[in-house]
């Protein structure tokens, strides 16, 4: 099921929902959740092709690294950019505060107090 965006916000709400676009995308869009994701897509496409020691050869194991080292980047911002838009676009119907208390948990836990 694709989900669907909800309306634009009204031209009042317009700043709100920059400030909004960009606290979702500082939550989502980091250096470790590409490396989750990445590591995640890696593995899946690894199964996926029922790669296992040995089973390759030379030329078969140089190529799957090379599609790999420029396929998995590719799908991971791809996929951490798709994260940020469906959280976005389900925080518009979140309990109002959640988003800042979010961002605050995440500062917080950046200072070392959480």
């Avoid at 989900?3 to 709100?16: E, G, I, K, L, S």
């Avoid at 420029?70 to 991971?76: H, K, N």
Wanted: net charge negative; charged share 25%.
């Amino acid at each position: 099921m694709i989900a669907t965006r909800p309306p634009a916000p009204a031209p009042d709400q317009a700043t709100d929902q920059a400030t909004d676009h960009d606290a979702v995308r500082r939550l989502v869009v980091t250096d470790y959740s590409r490396q989750l994701v990445a590591g995640a897509i890696y593995e899946s496409l690894v199964e996926a092709l029922h790669v296992r020691a040995g089973a390759l050869c030379d030329d078969e194991r140089a190529w799957l690294r090379s599609w790999l080292a420029t396929a998995v980047p590719r799908m991971t911002e791809r996929t951490v950019n798709t994260l940020a838009a469906q959280l976005e676009a389900a925080l518009w119907t979140a309990p109002a505060g959640l988003l800042e208390r979010l961002e605050e948990r995440r500062r917080r836990a950046g200072l070392g107090v959480e």
